[in-house]
């Protein structure tokens, strides 16, 4: 809850007037708990869960030709039942695992120093916490989801998620719901050690799932991400690691490819993508 009565007071004790942004701030969020901005998060995810596949969606349905040769599994088919199906899974499970979560966390969100006055982050603060929320939750990421591919991990929890073969964007979160709590704390990590504003922590969660279904999206566009970030996987990563499934102890990391790198469980995905180039190469001779 934020700390000033007025906009006067809130000008006041920041030394000047209130950009335009902070004023649409203070009158959303004056008379709210910082619980309930907190709770906040649960409803963005539901939203952006709902909108950002769409256009995938979209896609899976229209099977278009000139849209099938980015598929990365061609030959695998989704149902608009099917894809009903796990959205409907999912929002379950955000309701019965994550908004639960998100309540019993709220003592750590406070402790943390997560604030929720004025003055607003800037857009330079913003993108740095974010940077550093993705490499801290990736790393987590990787530990925590290599160790889901243990015998007893997988038959038990992670074998949930890989029902799904092909990667689906709307399948992203699709998943046990020990695992959206165990893979969930690698994304709270971040914001723990590095705490920033309220809007910087409703970002993260937004930008990460929105991360999570392209790179689950099981296409290879020319404007992935992976085209122009260093080390990001992208779906042709992330693909890989499903259709290798249960046996998979390859490309475990969320966003970034050097844990991969570094802990050598990259060498098939690598192997495969040498056997790709000598190939390409023999059909062009």
Request: net charge positive.
């Amino acid at each position: 809850m934020l700390q000033y009565q007025t906009l006067e007071e809130a000008a006041a004790s920041l030394g000047r007037n209130l950009t335009s942004a902070e004023t649409l701030w203070f009158k959303y969020s004056a008379r709210k708990s910082d619980f309930i901005l907190y709770g906040h998060n649960t409803f963005f995810l539901i939203l952006f869960y709902t909108i950002a596949p769409l256009p995938y969606v979209i896609m899976e349905l229209m099977r278009s030709k000139k849209i099938e040769k980015y598929k990365l599994q061609p030959n695998v088919k989704n149902s608009s039942a099917d894809m009903l199906d796990c959205y409907k899974k999912v929002i379950y499970s955000f309701l019965t695992a994550v908004l639960p979560l998100q309540i019993l966390s709220y003592p750590a969100f406070k402790n943390a120093g997560i604030r929720t006055s004025l003055p607003l982050p800037s857009g330079s603060e913003i993108f740095w916490q974010l940077l550093a929320y993705f490499i801290i939750e990736d790393f987590a990421h990787y530990w925590l989801h290599r160790m889901l591919h243990t015998k007893w991990g997988y038959e038990k929890i992670h074998r949930v998620h890989h029902e799904y073969a092909a990667p689906l964007g709307l399948a992203a979160p699709y998943a046990h719901w020990a695992e959206l709590i165990i893979l969930g704390f690698a994304s709270f990590v971040g914001p723990l050690i590095i705490p920033g504003h309220i809007i910087t922590y409703w970002t993260w969660f937004v930008v990460r799932q929105m991360e999570a279904i392209e790179v689950h999206s099981g296409y290879d566009f020319p404007w992935s991400p992976s085209k122009y970030i260093p080390f990001y996987g992208g779906p042709v990563f992330h693909d890989y690691h499903h259709f290798v499934g249960e046996k998979s102890q390859s490309n475990f990391s969320s966003v970034f490819t050097y844990c991969d790198y570094i802990y050598g469980t990259d060498k098939g995905y690598r192997y495969m993508k040498q056997f790709e180039k000598a190939r390409e190469k023999l059909k062009q001779k």
